[in-house]
């Protein structure tokens, strides 16, 4: 009897855990997603007109720059 009951008990745990594991990375995807989705704002190189998005642009002076050789020519 006791070992059904533990039988049981260790069912019920691996559902909550394989439901808790499961949703756990869909929540930090979501996360992820959002906060990519705001570090991709297209933004303009000034030397050769390539849309880069704001994470991977260098900044100068309010500029953007899609390589630091953009930057350097400018
Ligand atoms: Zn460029």
């Known amino acids: 009897m006791l070992l059904k009951a533990l039988l049981v008990i260790g069912v019920i745990a691996a559902i909550y855990f394989f439901f808790f594991k499961k949703s756990t990375p869909l929540t930090k995807e ?16 000034e030397s050769c007109s390539t849309y880069i998005s704001t994470a991977e642009a260098i900044v100068v002076s309010g ?12």
Do not use: G, I, P, Q
Request: hydrophobic residues 15%.
């Open 30 to 45: 979501r996360y992820d997603k959002k906060r990519k989705d705001d570090e991709e704002t297209m933004v303009e190189c």
């Open 63 to 74: 500029k953007f720059y899609c390589s630091t050789e953009c930057r350097d020519k400018a």
